[in-house]
């Protein structure tokens, strides 16, 4: 039972465009949400978070868009380079400031942006 | 400033030989601690977590143990390593220092042949 999903496994797009990734979830405990970046043989690196009182955050060319009633969210990087190449995890929290439970990951989105 | 140290970075160990993974969490004080896993086409995969010294608790059934022996230090062991072990292991902390979210560290590439 995946409480938090990414449907996508890959996605490619072209450098400059908007580059969307999507993500799902089922636990209405959930109350932050958080994406992370993540290279090969590195950790994971946090990007952006947002939590359920909110329905958009941004920082930079990264925002973080909230559906609750939908339990979905998507991140949005604009423009897309090619450092952007990485794989994506959305991950979900009922505690914002850690506690015992952890973060709830999907499986992750591979990003690829295309020159 | 918080830094989060993990070793090794990568490790190949015969089946049915023990396993010590070592994380360090640097400038803060009674973090919670985490143990990660991400087995190749999975997401992460939380194994243990602990909110202080000592206190462990575990979130999947596994051959593996996990341990605090100090406030800033966590260990995932096991005392006899599976194939099925196999994976990227990534420690992480979180806790109030003003600010959200979780700090991972660089992970440990576990190959067990």
């Known amino acids: 039972d995946q409480q938090v999903k990414q449907n996508s496994p890959s996605l490619s797009v072209q450098e400059g465009r908007i580059s969307i990734l999507n993500c799902d979830y089922t636990?209405?405990?959930?109350?932050?949400f958080l994406w992370y970046k993540k290279y090969p043989a590195e950790g994971p690196t946090f990007l952006i978070s947002?939590?359920?009182?909110?329905d958009k955050n941004e920082d930079g060319r990264f925002t973080v868009f909230l559906n609750k009633s939908a339990k979905h969210l998507s991140l949005h990087i604009v423009p897309s380079q090619p450092g952007d190449s990485a794989v994506y995890f959305c991950?979900?929290?009922?505690?914002?400031?850690?506690?015992?439970?952890?973060?709830?990951f999907g499986k992750g989105t591979h990003l690829i942006i295309q020159p | 400033s918080q830094t989060i140290h993990q070793w090794p970075a990568t490790l190949v160990q015969p089946v049915g030989s023990p396993l010590s993974l070592e994380c360090t969490v640097e400038?803060?004080?009674?973090?919670?601690l985490y143990w990660y896993r991400q087995a190749a086409g999975r997401g992460l995969q939380l194994l243990f977590y602990?909110?202080?010294?000592?206190?462990i608790s575990s979130e999947v059934p596994q051959n593996l143990s996990a341990s605090r022996p100090q406030d800033r230090q966590f260990i995932l062991s096991s005392k006899k390593l599976l194939l099925s072990d196999s994976g990227f292991y990534l420690c992480?902390?979180?806790?109030?220092?003003?600010?959200?979210?979780?700090?991972f560290g660089s992970g440990t590439r576990l190959t067990v042949v």
């Open positions: 991950a979900a929290s009922g505690d914002p400031g850690g506690g015992a439970d952890g973060l709830t």
């Open positions: 400038g803060t004080s009674n973090p919670n």
């Open positions: 636990n209405s405990m959930f109350d932050y």
């Open positions: 602990s909110v202080g010294i000592g206190q």
């Open positions: 947002i939590s359920s009182i909110k």
């Open positions: 992480a902390w979180s806790g109030w220092e003003g600010m959200y979210g979780y700090t």
